[in-house]
């Protein structure tokens, strides 16, 4: 079961970029790394995810390493409404489609 | 916005009762799931579906059902609802390209 590892807390100032890391020394070939965040009384929500390039989309960037063992979120300038617990996950749509989350880490941010 | 709705969104019952919680989608999915959400155990998947009749248990499907008789459909039931099941129920559809969407949540207790 590939898994992954978060730091449990960042901290991060109003309109300063964050780097979000996130380990996955397991990870396969197959697996899709993908991004969610929670925020305080509502669902997840899906930020992005790749596969062995960068992704950028209008929420976030998602900069994968090379060998693919680790990969992190950036948001490029942190709001106020971006404080939330914010969940890697590997995910292979082959694995009984169970997409297992973890703690996540939890970013606050500070004005 | 992904179409997704969950109701009811708060309910409070008795030990014993039967319970039912439905997921509603809009935009024709094939995947749906639904998941629940405690403190210190995060998001686990209970059941899931892969078509109209097409169901299949996740991490945690004792003393749950689920049943879809139409696409925009996913139930979840609770025949005999025990304390151990409140929790929070989060509804889920899985987009084109991999990524899930999620509902904003059903609240359950039961007392």
């Known amino acids: 079961d590939a898994k992954t590892t978060q730091p449990n807390s960042m901290e991060s100032n109003e309109e300063e970029p964050v780097h979000l890391p996130c380990n996955h020394s397991?990870?396969?070939?197959?697996?899709?790394i993908h991004w969610y965040r929670q925020l305080p009384s509502q669902g997840p929500e899906y930020v992005i995810h790749g596969l062995t390039s960068n992704v950028n989309n209008r929420m976030a960037s998602l900069a994968i390493a090379e060998d693919r063992k680790s990969s992190t979120l950036i948001l490029h300038r942190a709001t106020l409404r971006d404080a939330a617990v914010y969940y890697c996950?590997?995910?292979?749509?082959?694995?009984?489609?169970?997409?297992?989350f973890g703690a996540g880490t939890r970013l606050t941010v500070k004005p | 916005d992904a179409g997704i709705t969950q109701s009811p969104r708060h309910k409070v019952t008795e030990t014993g009762t039967p319970v039912t919680l439905r997921c509603h989608q809009t935009?024709?999915?094939?995947?749906m799931y639904w998941y629940r959400q405690d403190p210190g155990h995060g998001l686990r998947l209970i059941h899931y579906?892969?078509?109209?009749?097409?169901?299949d248990k996740g991490e945690v499907s004792d003393g749950y059902s689920v049943s879809r008789s139409k696409t925009e459909d996913f139930l979840l039931t609770l025949e005999s609802a025990t304390s151990s099941q409140t929790s929070v129920y989060f509804c889920?559809?899985?987009?084109?390209?991999?990524?899930?969407?999620f509902g904003e949540g059903s609240r359950l207790t039961v007392l």
């Open positions: 889920a559809i899985r987009g084109f390209t991999g990524e899930l969407f």
């Open positions: 935009e024709n999915h094939r995947y």
């Open positions: 996950i590997l995910y292979w749509e082959g694995n009984n489609n169970d997409m297992r």
């Open positions: 397991t990870i396969s070939g197959t697996d899709y």
């Open positions: 579906s892969y078509g109209v009749k097409d169901t």
